[in-house]
Every structure is written in structure tokens, then in C-alpha cells.
């Protein structure tokens, strides 16, 4: 007997197998028992039929409680009305371990218990839907940057530096130094890029934010590329091909996850580049004729803003040249004006918020230690960094795509908590 999984049953129609499965629900009358199993690669109904089975298989068949693991055999077939597109027709089947009182059952449950179970709340199928995308939003990063010349480099995750300012900080002890928590990558990626050319680094990064809004987490993975010999505009180029790529291919590998999430694919589908470009200050006239008066030149943009201009388009927009008070240190300024920086956020569509944040480097050697100093920030930690500037300088730009708020975009999922497996919130590290 040939043991297979759920997702390769379409190449073995019309054979009998073996999957190794969980009950996820079940639904039964005196005849017939319909069985929902979920092997982790897929879900697929069990049809088990009373006049074809032994009396005892049946009545295990529909004694069975949510979560006992199983070995399944039966026959794979068509199935035209689910949208899977396929069935087994059980002819046997061997408990493998019982679960009794699963917390999680059919009916609607509050979101502090689901997320007190999300250990277990994984294996429900809208979360199994998420990870899925998550995961091919990963691989076609893999993809799009491998494609294009990029090589992965990785950060170190203990650092003696703050590329994105100190207020965030996760302070820890290396020995008898202090040290802390990356909040981004940049600047070592920013050394790489110098060795290698073009690179994109892959990994966790954490910030000591007290936001509890549906787009924080503490900790979340960024994607950020860095590249030497690329000023701000080749820049955002890069950036609507690379949103483009992967929005695209979760669209043409994720069909089954999309339905099940019931995102409107017609939204995604319109996501290729080149994306619409505003300035700040057209984005501040923009919202004082929206009739937003909070709002004033200088200031940063609040949830309700980044809405607010993403409404006015279809697509992810970029905003750019923010005023260099309310950004980095490390941001190239504006070769007319010495009040705004040479960077861009990218807002997604439909309130999903700030995905992207990225800008040109300062490459100049004294500009970049006279912000150091304006910033307050230990010159002795920067030192590697500055001498990056005293070696054959080059322009160069980056930026970092946050993961967690392009998975809740392309799934359409209202809260950052379930774009990832084991989300670290402002009140809570469990499970
Ligand atoms: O705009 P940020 O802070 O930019 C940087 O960290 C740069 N050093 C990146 C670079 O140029 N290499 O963060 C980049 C992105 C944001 O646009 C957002 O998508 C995501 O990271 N992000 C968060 N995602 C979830 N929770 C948080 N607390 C986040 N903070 C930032
Ligand atoms: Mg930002």
C-alpha cells in the first residue's frame, strides 16, 4: 500500500492508499459517516458508507473525536463539489492516538482564547490558509531576489547599534557588555552590499514598541535588500517589481488558500508594477483637502492618514521624501532642499498600512558623522559603519519589507497576530 499525502492524491485517482491524517470535523447518520481529515499538506473528505465497511469500522468511524490522529486507506476519487476537487472512500481505517475535549470546536470563540490556544489554533484551516501564503511569500522572495543577481547575507541578531533609533530597544547583556535586540539588519547589510554588490537579508527583528494596533508586533521578520551603485528612484523600481513578483505568485500558487480566506482576488490581481508615487508634501495638501486638520507639515502619518491616501489608489503607493526630522539618521538628504531625505514608504491598498520603508544611504563620510552626533548616538558603536564611507564610498540604497504586514494584506487578515506562527504581542510572550 502506497502511503501518500493529501495534496498528492490528484496524481493517484482511482487508487487505494494510505495517508496519515487528523479528524478535523465529521458529520454522520445511521448510513454514512463524512469524515474531514487534514494531514497538514491539505484537507480532504473521508466518505465512509456503512454497507461498505465491517459494522465495527463504522461505528469507529463515527465514535471518532476531533484531533485523533489516524491512518486512513481508501480509494482516492473525483469530487467536482468540493473545492479541493477530490474524495477518499475509506475502506479502512487505524486509530493512531486518541484526543478527547478539544478546546477548539466548530463554533465561534473569543480571540484572547485563541490566542491563549494557538498552539493549536494552527491547525485550523483559515490559520493553515495564512502559513501557507506566508510560506510562498517567502519562497518567492527566495526567488525574485535570487533571480536578480542578490545575494543572501545574515545580520547578527545581538547587535551594539540602532539603525532605526533607541527608544525601541530590546536591552540585553553579551557578557559583562550591554547589547540589544536587532531592530533591523541595515547596516550590516548596508557593509555586505559593499563586498557583494546587491544582498537581501532574511530574519527577525524586535522593537520594544508599546503600539498595540493591529499592524505591531515585537517581534517580526523583515526582508531587506541592499544594493551599491542604486540611488533612490533605481530603488523603488526594484521594490514595485519585487511587490509585484510575489504578490503575483501567491496569486498563481495559493488559489485554494485565497478562497478559503474568501480574499477578493480581484484586488491582487491589479498589484503590478510601476506603483503611483506621491511626495510628502503633496500627501499633506492631500489630506488638508480630505479635511484632515490634525495633521500639519512635519508630522508623521497616523493609521487613519496611510488609509486615507491608499483609498485614493488601487494600488500600493509610495510616498516619498519625508521630512529628515521625523526620519533616521542614515538618509541620503534631498540634493535641493536640506529639510527632506531621499526615502519612500510603500502604503498597501485597502488600510493594510506602511509594508515597506526604505531610502538612498548617506555616502558621504562628515555628513553621516555630523548626524551621528546630531542623533545623540555612541560614535564608538558606529565606527565600523562610518569607515564604510572612508573605503571607496559609493551611493547605495535599501529598504525593508516588513512580512507579517504584506501576509495580512494578501490574505486579507485584519490583525498582524495570525500572519505569524507564534506571534510576541505587547501582553504577551505565551504560548
Ligand atoms: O520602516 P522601518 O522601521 O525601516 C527599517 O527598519 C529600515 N532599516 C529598513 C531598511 O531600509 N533596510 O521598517 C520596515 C518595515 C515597515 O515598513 C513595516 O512593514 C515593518 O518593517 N515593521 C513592522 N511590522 C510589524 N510590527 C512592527 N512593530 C513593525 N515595525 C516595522
Ligand atoms: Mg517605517
Known amino acids: 500500500m502506497k502511503k501518500i499525502t493529501i ?3 490528484p496524481k493517484h485517482v482511482g487508487e487505494t492508499v494510505k495517508i496519515g491524517a487528523w479528524l478535523a470535523n465529521k458529520r454522520s447518520s445511521g448510513k454514512i459517516a463524512f469524515l474531514q481529515l487534514r494531514d497538514g499538506t491539505g484537507f480532504v473528505q473521508g466518505v465512509v458508507v456503512k454497507a461498505e465497511v465491517s459494522e465495527e469500522m ?14 486512513v486507506i481508501g480509494e482516492v476519487t ?18 493512531i492516538s486518541e484526543s478527547h475535549d478539544y478546546p477548539i470546536t466548530p463554533k465561534e470563540h473569543g480571540t484572547e482564547f485563541l490566542m491563549d490556544n494557538r498552539h493549536l489554533w494552527l491547525r485550523s484551516k483559515k490559520q493553515h490558509a495564512k502559513m501557507k501564503v506566508r510560506n510562498e511569500l ?5 526567488e525574485f531576489f535570487n533571480d536578480n543577481g542578490f545575494v543572501k547575507m545574515d545580520p547578527p541578531i545581538l547587535t551594539a547599534s540602532a539603525p532605526e533609533g533607541t527608544s525601541e530597544l530590546f536591552h ?6 550591554d547589547a540589544f535586540l536587532s531592530q533591523s539588519g541595515q547596516l550590516y547589510a548596508e557593509a555586505a552590499a559593499m563586498a557583494l554588490g546587491k544582498v537581501f537579508s532574511f530574519g527577525p527583528t524586535f522593537r520594544a514598541e508599546k503600539s498595540k494596533t493591529r499592524r505591531h508586533l515585537i517581534e517580526f521578520w523583515m526582508i531587506e535588500p541592499e544594493m551599491a551603485f542604486v540611488e533612490h528612484d533605481e530603488s523603488l523600481e526594484v521594490q514595485e517589481q519585487f511587490v509585484s513578483y510575489i504578490v503575483q505568485s501567491v ?11 474568501g480574499r477578493d482576488l480581484s484586488k491582487l490581481e491589479k498589484v503590478k508594477a510601476p506603483f503611483p508615487r506621491i511626495s510628502y508634501d503633496e500627501a499633506i495638501e ?3 483637502k480630505e479635511g484632515f486638520d490634525d495633521i500639519k507639515w512635519g508630522d508623521d502619518f497616523g493609521a487613519p492618514h496611510e488609509t486615507a491616501i491608499a483609498n485614493h489608489f488601487d494600488l500600493p503607493v509610495f510616498i516619498t521624501c519625508y521630512p529628515k526630522d521625523i526620519k533616521p539618521f542614515y538618509m541620503q538628504p534631498h540634493p535641493d532642499r536640506d529639510d527632506v531625505v531621499l526615502c519612500a514608504d510603500l502604503i498597501a491598498p485597502e488600510g493594510y498600512g506602511e509594508i515597506i520603508g526604505g531610502s538612498e544611504r548617506i555616502w558621504d563620510y562628515d555628513l553621516l558623522k555630523q548626524r551621528i552626533q546630531e542623533h545623540g548616538l555612541d560614535e564608538e558603536a558606529y565606527n565600523w559603519y562610518l569607515e564604510l564611507r572612508k573605503y571607496g564610498s559609493v551611493p547605495h540604497s535599501g529598504f525593508g519589507l516588513g512580512l507579517e504586514r504584506t501576509v495580512s494584506w494578501v490574505t ?16 504577551r510572550i505565551y504560548p
Open 138 to 142: 517567502i519562497r518567492a522572495t527566495y
Open 7 to 9: 495534496q498528492e492524491m
Open 286 to 288: 492631500f489630506l488638508h
Open 172 to 177: 540585553t547583556k553579551y557578557f559583562d557588555e
Open 412 to 427: 486579507g487578515a485584519e490583525h498582524v497576530r495570525e500572519t505569524i506562527p507564534f506571534p510576541r504581542l505587547l501582553n
Open 251 to 261: 496569486l498563481k500558487n495559493c488559489k485554494l488558500e485565497l478562497e478559503i480566506l
Open 58 to 71: 463504522f461505528a469507529t468511524a463515527k465514535g471518532l473525536h476531533q484531533e485523533t490522529s489516524l491512518y
Open 78 to 95: 473525483e469530487d467536482t463539489r468540493s473545492s479541493f476537487g477530490y474524495e477518499l472512500q475509506v475502506k479502512d481505517i487505524e486509530v
